[in-house]
């Protein structure tokens, strides 16, 4: 039987990033909340720049928002890493992809 190798530099590194892409993707969801509310309900009376600079503000987040795919990217590593290959240590020591 090999040796067992320690998971938490592979694993533990992967679980971290998939934590940190689910909180990035909570976030821009309370970014868009928010700016929705704010053009639904409090913009009829703010001037036409306070409005220009709230799009502002949310355009970066639309155009740069990729954690949905890297979330999904990382749950098929790990889950290459955790399911289809469960036990075999001789395939954690490599990289997946």
């Known amino acids: 039987m090999p040796s067992m ?3 938490d530099n592979s ?3 992967i679980f971290i990033g998939i934590m940190i892409s689910t909180a990035q993707v909570l976030i821009y969801g309370v970014t868009c909340l928010q700016a929705y509310n704010y053009f639904i309900h409090h913009c ?3 001037r036409w720049f306070l409005k220009l600079f709230v799009g502002i503000l949310l355009a970066p987040d639309y155009f740069l928002q990729s954690g949905i795919l890297i979330f999904a990217l990382l749950g098929i ?3 290459g890493y955790t399911v289809t290959n469960f036990g075999d240590y001789e ?4 990289p997946y992809w």
Do not use: E, N, R, V
């Open 5 to 7: 190798i320690p998971l």
């Open 11 to 13: 694993l533990g590194a």
């Open 44 to 46: 009829s009376t703010d």
């Open 77 to 79: 590593c790990y889950y």
């Open 91 to 94: 395939f954690l020591a490599k």
